[in-house]
C-alpha cells in the first residue's frame, strides 16, 4: 500500500524557514517523480514543485522561485520541501504526492495527508 | 503560463441526476508526440487530499466508480457524474500538466439539491 506522510509543519514567523520531509512507503520511491502542492486554508489547490525520479528535473512556481528547493534522498524514500523567507501568504496545508511515472510531467496519483505550516508573528 | 477556468463555480444536483463540469486551458495540452491530453481531474472532500479521478482527459483511474467519466481536447474538457451520489459531494479540480507551472483550475463545488 502507497503511504506518504508528511511532516515538518508548523509555526514560524515572517522571513523565517522550515523543512517539511516525505516519508514515502509502499512503493519503488526511485522510480517516481513526486511533487509538493498546497492549499491555503479555505481556499483551492496550488501546486508547488516537483522533482523527477532521479532528482535531476525540478520545476516551481513563480510564487516560491528562489526560495523553495524541493529535493529527494532516494536512499531514504525521503522527499524534502526547503522553504525559506517565509511569508503570511504561504500558510497552507503541504500535500506530498506520487507521480505516475518518473516524468514531473504525470498525473498526481497518490498524496499524503498534509502538514500546516503557519506564518504569522 | 497556461491559466485553468472551471465553471460552474458550483452546483446542486439532485440523487441520482448528472452533474457537469467544464474546464478550459488557455493553451492547448494535447501534445502531439502521444495524442494525450495532459489533464487531470481530481475529486476532494473536505478534510481529506485530493484523490485521482481521471487521467489523460477520459482515463479512469483504477477504482473509480464508472459513474464518473471526462472527456474533451485541446483546451475545452468535461467531467460528468452521470447519477450523483450521497458521497460524491466534494471540489473538483482540474489540473493540466502539459507545461510547469503545472496549473489548477479554481475548483468547482458539487452539492446535493
Known amino acids: 500500500e502507497v503511504q506518504l506522510v508528511e511532516s515538518g509543519g508548523g509555526l514560524v514567523q515572517p522571513g523565517g524557514s522550515l523543512r517539511l520531509s516525505c516519508a514515502a512507503s509502499g512503493f519503488s520511491f526511485s522510480s517516481y517523480a513526486m511533487s509538493w502542492v498546497r492549499q491555503a486554508p479555505g481556499k483551492g489547490l496550488e501546486w508547488v514543485s516537483s522533482i523527477s525520479d532521479n532528482g535531476g528535473g525540478t520545476y516551481y512556481a513563480d510564487s516560491v522561485k528562489g526560495r523553495f528547493t524541493i529535493s529527494r534522498d532516494n536512499s531514504k524514500n525521503t522527499l524534502y520541501l526547503q522553504m525559506n523567507s517565509l511569508r503570511a501568504e504561504d500558510t497552507a496545508v503541504f500535500y506530498c504526492a506520487k507521480a505516475t511515472t518518473a516524468s514531473c510531467y504525470a498525473a498526481s496519483q497518490y498524496w499524503g495527508q498534509g502538514t500546516l505550516v503557519t506564518v504569522s508573528s | 503560463d497556461i491559466a485553468m477556468t472551471q465553471s460552474p463555480d458550483s452546483l446542486a444536483v439532485s440523487l441520482g441526476e448528472r452533474a457537469t463540469i467544464n474546464c478550459k486551458s488557455s493553451?492547448?495540452?494535447?501534445?502531439?508526440?502521444?495524442?494525450?491530453?495532459?489533464l487531470v481531474w481530481y475529486q476532494q472532500k473536505p478534510g481529506q487530499p485530493p484523490k485521482l479521478l481521471i487521467y489523460?482527459?477520459?482515463t479512469r483511474e483504477s477504482g473509480v466508480p464508472d459513474r464518473f467519466s471526462g472527456s474533451g481536447s485541446g483546451t475545452d474538457f468535461t467531467l460528468t457524474i452521470s447519477s450523483l451520489q450521497a458521497e460524491d459531494v466534494a471540489v473538483y479540480y482540474c489540473q493540466q500538466h502539459y507545461s510547469s507551472p503545472f496549473t489548477f483550475g479554481p475548483g468547482t463545488k458539487v452539492d446535493i439539491k
Open positions: 493553451q492547448s495540452v494535447l501534445h502531439s508526440s502521444n495524442s494525450k491530453n495532459y
Open positions: 489523460w482527459a477520459s
